[in-house]
């Protein structure tokens, strides 16, 4: 498992503005239904349209490599979009840890973004 960091000095931005922009723009595609009310519904738009991209990544693995850890969280993110690049691999999964400790799989195929 291999990450490079794009964001660093603006190097993404300045390099490929437009892709920037279309992931800066995936913020807004978080469900909202947890927010039962109006208001809190309203509130948590506002959060998300005021957010900065913090941090851009790529994730190489190889076989035998994983994030194997049902407890990871970006810390610090708001909101975290996965973009798969490429599926040219066997095995993997995308989960997530629910409500109750139950793992959750989440199907993930090339040019797919997940936001959570």
Known sequence: WQTTYLS???FFRARAPD???RLRALRRNVDLSPFSDTASAADARALLDGLKVRCI?????EPG???NDPRHFDNGSVVTA??????GFE?????TLEAGGVAADHPF???EALIF
């Open 82 to 87: 996965d973009v798969l690049l490429d599926d």
């Open 91 to 95: 095995g993997g999964v995308f989960s």
């Open 65 to 67: 490599g994983s994030l």
């Open 8 to 10: 660093a000095g603006g």
């Open 19 to 21: 892709l920037h922009a």
């Open 57 to 61: 990544e790529v994730h190489e693995g």
């Open 109 to 111: 195929e090339q040019g």
